[in-house]
């Protein structure tokens, strides 16, 4: 899996079919993973959503076809996927700062936002531990979301919020005989890819063990080699995309792994506060010899 070639693949591909529907699965498989894992390395590599970029692009080519003067509005918003001129307006004015109409004249003041590129940088300094895993089908009981967060690959906030309100003490239980929590999977954040709605599946809960709370649901894991990754920090959209960027750009290209696309990731995290110092949780990444 070559990240650098792959990414600046995906960056051509979009500049090529700015006018044209982009198909994020399809971009994350010209990197060889899912679109979770793709989404939480470019969002860490360039400060924004693969979405953001490819709206700012849009709009920044946008400029250069009003200035032109050889097309209606109308026409370049249905050019660059706006239902109507209204939206175009909208998003338009919420980049430049004016609207469409006033950018055709002078004295105007417009933002662009060249493409981007990926180039080579010096990494690897540290180390990355990390132990591979065989384990049977297995199923979590928990609560399922699929939504525009989840397909972004930006916080799950609002996901694990119901879960820790509504779920979280009956599964804890204390840790005890009782709980509905084993061992090393405690709690799990499982994400799959579902190309019938092209969005990001998204399951939160504990390994199944014969009892589950009333209202979760269960989803099975299909058995699978995965390569493990501890990560010693807080676990949120601060802290998760970091981990991702060197598991991805760092540690797939120098095994001897491919990501496995057809299986979810896992996020395992144990009991504890997660805010403390020293906290390890876990990314569980399913693989195949290259």
């Not at 993973?33 to 709009?59: A, H, K, N």
């Not at 397909?151 to 005890?176: I, V």
């Not at 579902?194 to 599946?201: A, F, H, I, Q, R």
Request: hydrophobic letters at 35%; glycine letters at 8%; one cysteine or more.
């Amino acid at each position: 899996m070559d990240w650098l070639n792959g990414l600046n693949h995906v960056m051509r591909h979009i500049e090529e079919n700015l006018t044209e529907p982009l198909d994020r699965e399809a971009l994350a498989r010209m990197v060889g993973c899912s679109i979770y894992e793709f989404s939480r390395v470019f969002s860490f590599l360039t400060g924004m959503s693969v979405s953001e970029y490819i709206r700012r692009r849009r709009l920044s080519q946008a400029v250069f076809d009003i200035q032109g003067g050889g097309e209606k509005i109308v026409d370049i918003a249905l050019k660059y996927g706006y239902e109507s001129p209204a939206a175009f307006t909208r998003a338009f004015k919420e980049l430049h700062g004016t609207t469409p109409l006033s950018a055709r004249g002078t004295g105007i003041s417009l933002k662009t936002y060249p493409p981007m590129s990926f180039s080579l940088t010096v990494k690897g300094a540290e180390s990355l531990h990390f132990r591979i895993e065989k384990k049977e089908a297995f199923q979590i009981a928990g609560l399922a979301g699929c939504d525009e967060e989840c397909q972004a690959g930006d916080s799950l906030t609002p996901l694990w919020r119901t879960f820790m309100e509504r779920y979280n003490a009956s599964f804890w239980n204390g840790g005890g005989a009782d709980s509905y929590y084993t061992a090393p999977f405690w709690q799990v954040g499982a994400y799959w890819f579902e190309p019938v709605n092209g969005k990001t599946k998204t399951m939160i809960g504990a390994e199944y063990r014969g009892r589950k709370p009333e209202g979760t649901t269960l989803e099975t894991i299909p058995a699978a080699t995965w390569a493990v990754f501890p990560v010693t920090s807080p676990t949120g959209i601060d802290y998760v995309p970091a981990a991702y960027t060197r598991i991805m750009t760092e540690w797939f290209p120098a095994s001897q792994y491919q990501r496995d696309e057809r299986m979810p990731s896992l996020e395992v995290f144990p009991g504890g506060d997660a805010n403390e110092e020293g906290y390890t949780w876990e990314i569980w990444l399913p693989i195949k010899t290259a």
